[in-house]
């Protein structure tokens, strides 16, 4: 399996830099990040908390702004994509799990998905995209009736629902026990390899990694560790 | 239905409390606006239907005697369109069961077919029989002031001869809309009523057969009525003209028009005030709204949902929340605005009512909430996609942590950790304090406008009766007579104290402006009638030159200094006659008057603070060399010993040249009664439609401070703190705001109320600024107990706060 770099690249990031001004303090998020991302590859992020891990992937995303460097979506400049490109490009391309889950609350599990879906392009039905996740039974439950795991879950469903091609995944299984973890990591696995889904997946848990064609290790903004799984394990057989 | 409708619609059922609120705000204001626009074209279009129906006239004019023929020469006056004369006279009547002095206006009506202008709404029983000599009809008012029946009986002295009278119908008319005694500042419908009579007979009484003392016209499409009156004062001089008028000065219409203008200010200046309001809460409130959805806005716009998407979803929410409060606002409104029309037509006597809402004003009504609601979500909306998705998706943090002011003084130690937590709240959102304060200020100051003119008017009562018209009694007599009368008045069981004055109508000129009103002539060291300067000190009248009311003055334009010129209306040659002195040969009025020269000029030597009415004064003697005439009087104003009223009422009944008195408590009566009618239920209404918004305001902001806080105090709550503790730094800034407001709210209250008195000044009357403790503390009344029910009903969601469905959820 080491057909990513032959398919190209997706993301290029180069001296990427975030530093969050806060009046006297101010906090180094990334200090000059360089990453490529290639297409179809599954790529974990491993680092210590507050190393910058959802500030990179949120900034790949499209959802905040780098103070320095630049970041190229295929052939786009995203560091300087407009306020209404950018949207575009979250619309169309990326999938988003959120640390937080974030779901809207008055919504319930399958209209959380089907507000993306009714703006995508050739997405899933909700319901596809919920069976995937094995949430058949809870689609019309409200957020506040699920546990963490199925929110998540739920989350999931919604990102994968459009058939992005990159998906971004913060903590996804942070909230879940290794049975439901392992359920999310395959139809992740899943997603990745039928739909050829670039994926991105941040995560404490150093067992996740076994699966990624790379691993990144982050620690206080900067990459200190990049290498490349000579043999993937399949999501099946993780434990932890 | 889309994903993202639902949960509008679920949104919206979820805030339904703030939903409520926010549109209660609206309700007020809106339903205010279409009840007060409402009733004051519904009660415009009224007059004008009930004017045109029963041909209410153009131009009136009276005299002493003129033949028949004289008419048939005035319809030829260029703009003239139809005459018809009349006879009236002025008669004292005898009320069976009523004590007091009572006087009425008898009008004649043609004895053939309907009157040509001035027709009557017949509401009982039929016409008099133009043969019948002693039938009568008599206007509403004056039958249910004193409960008249049809077949009872009134007599009248008519010239001199007492004669029974039979009421055999009760009718309306657009001529005495409002019956005024002349002389008298309000309608008194127990002592003066209008009745009708056959012509005949009243004409053979007055020694009017071919003949007439009253005229009134009617005018072509575009004829001037100021050079039809000049024209028909010409005709009518030889014959004793008393000056013509239009329909601005007949007195009816002048006092309907001066109170339909009062209602304009109400029914614009309260409103605009109210919607005003309202459209500012609206504005904050669904501003503060949008805020707390801020973390879901980031979410839709990390999905890819563009700008455009997002605001009209939030677009939707808000006309929604303006929807309902528009609809209950048109809906309360007519209600309100119906009910209030009734009264006014009750008050009014008008025979029927056309309500009518124009569209206009649904629509100006709509387009203002719309507007204030749009602005409040779409600068809210735009403030939040502005933010990366990334930080809107964390709660709003303040970037700026610092000590309070109070900590940095260093007296924290002084307070607890609550206490702290509220000062650093409010510290940290200045904005937001600010605006809440604003909310509640404006609420405020909106309760203390509709509030306050009882105190004025009190005010106003005190000044007017308690220090300027302090006698019991005032009397007119039929013709101007020798001051020697006082003699035999002040000689009546009961009369403690007399004074003669002179009063004459008159017309002022000064520059291209003119004021018909009458010039007082009063005794300068005068105990019952005093004029008073602004800061309500007796003024000495100067021995020569005229002291006006303040507003009068203002009317002509004129400064102290200037010469006013007199135009008298009235023919005074009876005066010589009955004072038995003589006018020298050489100088007529009417030659005068003929040359159009300026007839007198007098000085204005000082203003008068007055708050009824529209007067002149002068040195009664200096009326008389002014008028040429000698020490002569038509009135006095009397002082009685209240034991003696009812003798001294009888004793005045008797006296032919008495033709007419007003009872100062009557008269104080009245007003009162006039103005609870007119103003004061107004003011209740919009007091109740202020306390609405009072309650809105501060409700929505004690809600929407729980909507934006709720997961911190739940996290308190799981740390480990009771309700109350948390409820003490929830309520406790709401406790802190609404205090901070108070001051505020009064000083805007105040100004607002300044504002209202500024446009309210009318000839009837000047409300004067009066702000009574109780108009404050009635405010203060008002928002603390909206505060303490808000207060109570966050208390109990505060108490079924769901903790874990708080921290589960990212809201
Ligand atoms: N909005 C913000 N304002 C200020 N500092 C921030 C902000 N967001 C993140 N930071 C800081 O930036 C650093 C990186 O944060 P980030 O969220 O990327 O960490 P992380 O690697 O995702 O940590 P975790 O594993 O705990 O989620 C941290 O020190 C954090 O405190
Ligand atoms: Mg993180």
């Known amino acids: 399996m080491f057909t990513t770099e032959v398919n190209g690249v997706v993301f290029q990031a180069r001296g990427l830099t975030k530093v969050y001004d806060m009046g006297e303090v101010q906090v180094h998020a990334l200090r000059g990040v360089d990453i490529d991302l290639y297409s179809g590859e599954l790529l974990v992020l491993l680092g210590p908390s507050g190393s910058g891990k959802s500030t990179l992937l949120n900034i790949l995303g499209g959802l905040d702004h780098a103070t320095a460097g630049h970041v190229i979506y295929r052939d786009r400049e995203l560091t300087a994509a407009s306020d209404s490109e950018l949207t575009e490009y979250r619309r169309y391309h990326v999938g988003f799990v959120f640390q937080f889950y974030n779901l809207i609350p008055s919504l319930t599990a399958r209209e959380n998905v089907a507000a993306v879906t009714e703006i995508a392009r050739d997405a899933m039905v909700p319901e596809e995209a919920l069976a995937l996740v094995g949430l058949g039974e809870r689609i019309d439950h409200f957020p506040a009736q699920l546990s963490g795991g199925e929110q998540q879950r739920v989350a999931i469903a919604r990102a994968i629902a459009k058939r992005p091609s990159v998906l971004l995944c913060d903590e996804p299984t942070g909230a879940l026990d290794s049975t439901t973890g392992i359920v999310v990591l395959e139809v992740l696995e899943r997603v990745n390899r039928e739909l050829g889904t670039t994926t991105a997946l941040i995560t404490h848990n150093a067992d996740i990694a076994a699966m990624a064609d790379r691993v990144m290790r982050l620690a206080d903004g900067s990459i200190v560790d990049v290498h490349r799984n000579i043999e993937k394990k399949p999501a099946r057989e993780l434990r932890w | ?811």
């Open chain 2, 1 to 811: 239905m889309r994903a993202l409708d639902k949960k509008l619609l679920r949104d919206v059922m979820r805030l339904r409390g703030v939903v409520l609120a926010i549109a209660l705000v609206l309700v007020g204001g809106v339903s205010t606006f279409i009840m007060s626009l409402s009733t004051y074209d519904s009660l415009l279009l009224t007059q004008a239907k009930y004017y045109r129906d029963y041909r209410f006239a153009q131009v009136f004019a009276s005299l002493k005697r003129a033949p028949e023929t004289l008419a048939r020469r005035i319809v030829h006056i260029q703009g003239v369109d139809k005459v018809e004369t009349r006879v009236v006279a002025a008669v004292n009547l005898d009320i069976p069961g009523f004590g007091d002095p009572a006087s009425g206006q008898l009008v004649s009506v043609p004895d053939r077919g309907e009157p040509v202008f001035n027709g009557v709404y017949l509401r009982r029983g039929r016409m008099v029989d133009p043969a019948s000599d002693d039938e009568v009809v008599i206007s509403e008012s004056f039958a249910n002031a004193h409960g008249f029946e049809l077949g009872d009986t009134l007599s009248a002295t008519i010239n001199g001869r007492r004669k029974e009278l039979t009421i055999v119908g009760i009718v309306l008319s657009p001529e005495y809309i409002y019956e005024i005694q002349p002389g008298a500042v309000f309608p008194d419908y127990q002592r003066f009523g209008i009745l009708w009579m056959a012509r005949a007979p009243l004409a053979a009484a007055y020694d009017m057969e071919g003949a007439f003392n009253d005229i009134a016209l009617s005018l072509t499409a575009n004829a001037n009525v100021d050079d039809v009156v000049d024209r028909l004062d010409e005709f009518l001089r030889p014959y004793g003209g008393r000056g013509a008028y239009g329909r601005e000065d007949q007195l009816s219409h002048k006092f309907l028009a001066e109170e339909f203008n009062q209602l304009e200010t109400m029914a614009t200046v309260f409103p605009m005030i109210f919607l005003g309001v309202a459209a500012f809460l609206l504005n904050v409130v669904i501003g503060r709204l949008i805020n707390t959805e801020r973390d879901q806005i980031a979410i839709l716009k990390a999905f890819g949902y563009t700008n455009a998407e997002i605001g009209w979803h939030y677009t939707k929410l808000a006309l929604m929340i303006v929807a309902i409060g528009l609809v209950g606002g048109v809906v309360v409104g007519i209600f309100l605005g119906k009910g209030m029309s009734a009264v006014y037509q009750d008050f009014y006597r008008f025979p029927f009512l056309q309500y009518e809402l124009k569209p206009s004003v649904v629509i100006n009504a709509a387009l203002v909430a719309v507007a204030a609601g749009l602005a409040g979500t779409l600068f809210s909306v735009a403030r939040a996609v502005r933010l990366p998705p990334a930080e809107g998706m964390r709660p709003e943090t303040p970037t700026e942590y610092r000590a309070t002011l109070v900590e940095r003084v260093g007296l924290q130690r002084w307070f607890a950790q609550p206490t702290r937590m509220i000062m650093r709240h409010i510290e940290r959102r200045p904005l937001r304090a600010l605006l809440t304060v604003l909310g509640i200020a404006s609420a405020c100051g909106v309760v203390m406008v509709s509030n306050f003119q009882e105190d004025a008017i009190h005010y106003m009562i005190d000044v007017q009766y308690g220090m300027s018209s302090r006698e019991d009694l005032s009397v007119s007599f039929v013709e101007p007579t020798s001051a020697r009368a006082l003699h035999s008045l002040q000689g009546l069981t009961g009369v403690a104290h007399v004074e003669g004055f002179r009063s004459v109508p008159v017309r002022l000129h000064f520059e291209h402006r003119s004021f018909r009103t009458a010039l007082q002539g009063i005794e300068p060291g005068g105990d019952l009638h005093r004029v008073l300067d602004k800061d309500l000190k007796r003024i000495k009248l100067p021995a020569a030159g005229v002291v006006m009311t303040d507003y009068l003055a203002k009317i002509l334009g004129m400064r102290t200094g200037d010469w006013v010129t007199v135009e008298v209306l009235e023919d005074s040659e009876p005066v010589l006659r009955a004072a038995g002195f003589a006018r020298p040969k050489t100088f007529q009025f009417a030659d005068v008057l003929a040359a159009s020269q300026p007839a007198l000029r007098v000085p204005l030597v000082a203003t008068t603070k007055q708050y009824l009415g529209v007067s002149a004064y002068l040195q009664r003697n200096a009326l008389n060399r002014l008028l040429e005439e000698g020490n002569v009087i038509n009135g006095a104003y009397i002082a009685t010993d209240s034991r003696y009223q009812s003798e001294v009422y009888t004793r005045l009944k008797e006296m032919p040249r008495v033709s007419g008195t007003v009872v100062r408590e009557a008269a104080i009566a009245q007003f009162n009664q006039t103005m609870e009618q007119t103003i004061l239920f107004f003011t209740m209404v919009s007091a109740t439609l202020g306390a609405v918004i009072a309650f809105g305001v501060v409700y929505n902001s004690a809600r929407i401070a729980l909507s934006e806080r709720g997961r911190e105090l739940a996290s308190l709550r799981v740390l480990g703190f009771t309700v109350g503790e948390i409820a003490y730094i929830l309520l406790g800034e709401l406790a802190v705001l609404t205090l901070m407001a108070l001051p505020l709210g009064f000083m805007f209250g105040r100004a607002l109320c300044a504002y209202m008195v500024s446009q309210f000044a009318s000839d009837l009357y000047r409300i004067p600024l009066i702000l009574e403790p109780d108009a404050y503390s009635f405010a203060t009344v008002v928002i603390l107990v909206s505060a303490i029910i808000s207060g109570y009903l966050v208390w109990r969601r505060l108490c079924r706060l769901d903790l874990i469905a708080v921290l589960k959820t990212r809201e």
